[in-house]
């Protein structure tokens, strides 16, 4: 029964880093079709992705904070 968890943890690692590189990327490709159908200048564009790259970070800080205080509950 270990071992079976042991390939869960290790598919759900798997998802979760490919979901992260895949969100990151498609921003990147994304922001042409937003930036023309919204009419957004270079320094719009900036700012809307400034904004998601801040908000991205200050989630992993709060999921991170959740988690910890998670794993200390279960110990």
């Known amino acids: 029964m270990p071992d079976r968890r042991r390939w869960w943890v290790l598919g759900a690692l798997f998802g979760a880093t490919f979901l992260n590189y895949f969100d990151r990327q ?3 490709t994304a922001i042409e079709p937003i930036a023309h159908e919204f009419s957004l200048t270079n320094l719009q ?11 991205y970070a200050l989630t992993h800080l709060l999921v991170g904070g959740i ?9």
């Open 67 to 75: 988690i910890d205080r998670l794993r200390s509950l279960r110990c």
């Open 26 to 28: 498609t921003l990147g």
């Open 45 to 55: 564009r900036g700012k809307l992705l400034a904004a998601f790259t801040l908000t």
